[in-house]
């Protein structure tokens, strides 16, 4: 059974930095698409990083470019966020997403699969993040 379990989520101050990180286990890579969503009190979820499970090129929403970095490690089939320069704004459950089917290269590079169904994702059950300022 396919699970995925994060960890590295806390509490800093504005500035600060955490690095979030998921195993996913019992999981057969394919050309698919990896990611990392959230989801601040009162708002809907939104997509914020995502990665070709078979390449490097990444995909980041605009509020987080040049402070979030998305990396994963196929051998040890581990998927990282590093977080720096951490806002308030980014107060949020974070959830670990990987692609149930085959996803186009370019659906995971645009973004364009952060709109698929709940269905077509394995999901993390969340870390929270707290930035305070």
């Known amino acids: 059974q396919v699970r995925l379990v994060e960890s590295g989520g806390g509490s800093v101050q504005a500035g600060g930095s955490l690095r979030l990180s998921c195993s996913i286990i019992?999981?057969?890579?394919?050309?698919?698409?990896l990611g990392w969503f959230r989801q601040a009190p009162g708002k809907e979820r939104e997509g914020v990083a995502s990665?070709?499970?078979?390449?490097?090129?990444?995909y980041y929403v605009e509020s987080v470019k040049g402070r979030f970095t998305i990396s994963h490690d196929n051998a040890k089939k581990t998927l990282h966020l590093e977080m720096n320069n951490l806002k308030p704004e980014d107060t949020a459950v974070y959830y670990c997403?990987?692609?149930?089917?085959?996803?186009?290269?370019?659906?995971?590079?645009?973004?364009?699969?952060?709109?698929?169904?709940?269905?077509?994702?394995?999901w993390g059950q969340g870390t929270q993040v707290n930035v305070s300022s």
């Open positions: 019992e999981y057969v890579y394919s050309t698919t698409c």
């Open positions: 997403a990987a692609g149930r089917n085959v996803v186009f290269p370019s659906d995971c590079y645009s973004g364009s699969w952060f709109n698929s169904n709940d269905d077509h994702i394995y």
């Open positions: 990665i070709y499970s078979s390449g490097s090129s990444t």
